[in-house]
C-alpha cells in the first residue's frame, strides 16, 4: 500500500480525523434505537481507525527533511485564535493509538445492559476521542489547552453516570474534578504567559503555536514559571507521584474500564510534554530534571508497594500505573535521543497494555460483581482468553521479549546509565519487576486459585473478541515494532538536539 493510492490530501485528511467523531456523535446522540446507534458508532470507530492508518501511509512516504511538521494548515479565526495543526512521527503515534483504544470502548459498551442508555454513551466516546485528536493534531498550546479542558468534564460524566460504586462514586468524582481542574489552572497559566511573552517580544502579538514560540528567547526566570506550570499541570494528567491522588478512587468507584482507557491508556499529558515543555523550555528541563527522576524513583517503589497491599484489583491496577510511569519518566529525563524513543514507545505500551488489563478487569466484573482479590479465583478455567489476555499485557509491562515493552524498556535502560550511571537504570529495573510482581500475583489470586463459583458462566463473544485483539495487538507489535520506532526516531533526535549540549549551570 503507498500513499499515493490516496487522493485525499494530508491536510483534508487531518481535518477529517479530528472532526468525524464530533459530528458522529451529536448525529447518534439523537438515535433513539440502541442496536442503530452501536452500529453507526461502531462504523464510525473502524472508519477513524482507517483514517489513521491511511495518515501513517501518508507520512512514512514523504521525502525525507522537509520540514519538522508536515501537513501544516492554519484556519484563522479570531486574532490569536487561529487553529494551527501539524503531523510528526509522534502526532501519528498518538492518534494511531486514541483511535484504537477508542475502538475498543465502543466494543466494550456494545452490550446494551452495561451502558443505557447506550447511544449516550457512545455520543460522549465519540466526543472524547475527536477532543484528543484535536489535542494531538494541534501545535497550537492554546488549542492543545482548550480540547484538554472540555475533555474534563467528559470524562467526569463518563466516570459518575456509569459508575459501579453507588455510594462513593461522588466523593471520587469530586476528588478527579480537584485535581483536574488544579492541572487546568496551571496549564493556563502557562499558556496566558507563553502568550504574553510572545506578545511583548513581538510588540503587542499574541501567538501560542509551537513554531512561533520557539522562536523568541525566553529569560531563566520565566522558563523556570512556565516549566513549573506545563510540568505540573500535565503531571496531574498522566498521573505522575505525587500528583496522582486522584486515580486511586476514581479507578476504584468510577466505571471500570471505558473512562480509564481515555484517561491511562491515551497519555495526552506525556504527549504535552514531548510536544511542548522540552522543545520550550530546555534550561529549565535541565536545572530540574535530577529532581523529577529522583521523585520518580521514588514513584516507583512507593507505588509498587502500596499495590502489593490491595485487595480490590482496581486499586491494585492504579498504583500499577503510578508505578510504571515513574519508569516512562525516567526514560524522558535522560534528554538523550534514546530517552525521547523510549518515553514515546512506553507511553504506547503502557497504554496497550493497561487498556488490555482494565478491559479484562472489565469482563471478569461482568461475571462476577466483584473485583476483590478474595472473593476471585480459577477464573481462568471458565475465561481462558481473558486470563491469557491479561497474562500477555502483564508481561508486556515487564518488558519481556515479543511484547512492545521489550525495546522500549531497553532503550529506557541504556539512556539512563548513559545520563545518570549504573544507579538508577538498576533501581528502575528493580521497581518494574516489583510493580509487575503485583500484576502476577494478581494474576494468580484471580485466573489461578481456587474456584470461587463453580456455576459461573463462561465467556462471552464480545468478551472474547476483547481479549483476542489486545493479545494479537499487543504480540504484533512486539514481533514487528519497526515501524514504531521509524515514526519516533526522526522527532525524538530533533528534541535531543536541543539538549545535545553540556547543560546550563
Known sequence: MHSELFWISGKFLLGIIQSLPAIMGGV????????SAFRLGLATAFFELGLSVILYEKFINLPSDEGTFYFNDRLSLWGALAYHTGVDGFTVLFIFLSAFLSLMVLIYGAEVRRFSPLPLFIAVALWSEALLMSQFATIDLLWFGLSATLQVPLMGFLLSYWATSGSQEGAAVTRYYQFMGIGILLLGGAILMLGWIHADATHGTWRFDLIALSQISFSSWQQSIIFYLLFYGLAIRVPLFPLHGWLPDVAEHGTVASAMLLLLGVKSGIYGMLRYLFPLTPDAVWQWHGYVVAFSLIAI????????SQ???????????????????????????????????????????????????????VRTRSLLLNRLGGLAKQMPLV????????????????????????????????????????????????????LLLAFQRAFLGALGDPHLSAEGGIEKTIAIIMIVVQLAAGFYSRPLFNLVEKPAARLADIYHSAPVK
Open 301 to 308: 517503589f512507593y507505588a509498587a508497594t502500596l499495590a502489593l
Open 387 to 438: 486470563a491469557a489476555a491479561f497474562l500477555v499485557a502483564t508481561l508486556a509491562i515487564i518488558g519481556m521479549p515479543l511484547t512492545p515493552g521489550f525495546d522500549a524498556v531497553h532503550l529506557m535502560l541504556e539512556a539512563a546509565l548513559e545520563r545518570f550511571g549504573a544507579a538508577v537504570p538498576i533501581a528502575a529495573a528493580v521497581g518494574n519487576i516489583t510493580a509487575a510482581a503485583c
Open 28 to 35: 447518534i446522540f439523537l438515535i433513539r434505537d440502541p442496536r
Open 311 to 365: 485487595r480490590n484489583i482496581r486499586r491494585l491496577l492504579a498504583y500499577a500505573v503510578v508505578s510504571h510511569t515513574g519508569v516512562l519518566v525516567i526514560g524522558l529525563f535522560s534528554l538523550s535521543s534514546q530517552g525521547f524513543q523510549s518515553g514515546a514507545l512506553l507511553a504506547v505500551n503502557f497504554g496497550l497494555a493497561i487498556s488490555a488489563l482494565l478491559l479484562m478487569v472489565g469482563s471478569v466484573y
